[in-house]
């Protein structure tokens, strides 16, 4: 079975302090991909990121980065210097090959707020 | 701007009617989709399309129905069989299938009278 698990449910900071939003997943593919997606308050989901699974590089992407950790199976994501802009709901999601279906599981969200 | 509409973006149904949620894309995407999501849950499937007449069900398809008849285009009917439709519904696209990001629409509400 595919799972994806996003413990924190809500997390307050204070603009400009770093944060970091878990996400544990399981599968029994070998081969597989990890997103994550910002859904700000007009509702629409913002794609931010996908990694495959052998490809276990940190990427920064200006604030943004990731770490992918296969041996935990944790695909975590860190905010530097946080904005209130960044205030969200950030979802973590997984899809496998082995159907070719295209098929996202989502975890349940992290809700961030950045407070001024 | 190239983008996904979703429409109308409130919707009020009442008991024993069918309603019908419009999602329009021109990425010119082979793939869609429709998620349903509740309150502090994650995303869940409800149908996709690889192609353009060819539609698959998702983890929760009972009670919903899709057509697929221009690329376009990848409206869901929610039936009166749905007997908890109040949801947010959010509608999306990707090139083709095969773990390619998906481009989200902003969602349309459904509420019941």
């Known amino acids: 079975a595919q799972k994806v698990t996003q413990a924190q449910t809500e997390i307050s900071v204070v603009e400009k302090e770093d944060v970091t939003l878990d996400c544990v997943y399981e599968?029994?593919?070998?081969?597989?991909?990890l997103f994550w997606y910002k859904q700000p308050p007009s509702g629409e989901l913002v794609f931010l990121i996908r990694?495959?699974?052998?490809?276990?590089q940190n990427e920064i992407s200006g604030r943004y980065s990731w770490n992918f950790q296969k041996s935990t199976s944790s695909f975590n994501f860190t905010i530097t210097a946080s904005q209130v802009v960044d205030s969200a709901v950030y979802f973590c999601?997984?899809?496998?090959?082995?159907?070719?279906?295209?098929?996202?599981?989502f975890g349940t969200g992290t809700r961030l707020q950045v407070f001024p | 701007d190239g983008g996904i509409t979703q429409s109308p973006k409130y919707l009020f149904r009442k008991e024993g009617q069918n309603v019908t949620l419009s999602c329009e894309q021109n990425?010119?995407?082979?793939?869609m989709y429709w998620y349903r999501q509740d309150p502090g849950q994650g995303l869940r499937l409800i149908y996709y399309?690889?192609?353009?007449?060819?539609?698959q069900k998702g983890d929760i398809a009972e009670g919903y129905s899709v057509s697929r008849e221009k690329k376009e285009s990848f409206p869901l009917t929610v039936t009166s069989a749905q007997k908890n439709p109040t949801a947010f519904y959010l509608c999306?696209?990707?090139?083709?299938?095969?773990?390619?990001?998906?481009?989200f629409g902003d969602g349309t509400r459904l509420s019941i009278l």
């Open positions: 599968t029994r593919d070998t081969t597989y991909y």
């Open positions: 999306a696209s990707s090139i083709r299938m095969g773990n390619q990001p998906q481009h």
């Open positions: 399309s690889q192609i353009v007449n060819d539609f």
């Open positions: 999601a997984l899809s496998g090959v082995r159907y070719n279906t295209d098929k996202l599981i």
């Open positions: 990425l010119n995407h082979d793939a």
């Open positions: 990694r495959n699974s052998f490809d276990e």
